[in-house]
């Protein structure tokens, strides 16, 4: 039997709809493998412990985000970690000021 596809899920949504530019898109296909393989490469080289195996997963790294960054750059869009962290930083500042104008009750 023949399934007709699914709807994207939202988040799929909103990442094609961040990476609109063909080449954006293709810089990003490109890009995460090795971003991945490079985080997946940790265990290994902290149970050989070997240089060799470091420098590449670093490279792996460091050369996939290089190219999401050209993407985003291309785009002219933010880049989905940098946004992260300043929505984390904001929700933090305003929870901080939340406790400090509560006000006091009784007296």
């Known amino acids: ?18 990476h ?3 080449v954006s898109l293709v810089l990003h296909i490109v890009g995460i493998p090795p ?7 940790i ?3 902290i149970v050989l412990l070997s240089i060799p195996v470091f420098l590449f997963a670093l490279s ?3 050369g996939g985000y290089a190219l999401q960054f050209v993407g985003h750059a291309i785009d002219r869009t933010e880049v989905g970690e940098i946004v ?3 929505r984390y930083f904001q929700r933090r ?7 400090r104008h509560k006000p006091t009750s009784g007296g």
């Open 43 to 45: 265990p290994v080289y």
């Open 60 to 62: 792996c790294f460091l």
């Open 35 to 41: 971003t991945i393989v490079g985080v997946l490469l």
């Open 84 to 86: 992260a962290i300043r």
């Open 93 to 99: 500042r305003e929870l901080g000021r939340g406790r």
């Open 1 to 18: 039997m023949i399934c007709p596809p699914h709807a994207p899920a939202p988040i799929v949504e909103n990442w094609l709809e961040r």
């Open 20 to 22: 609109r530019h063909p």
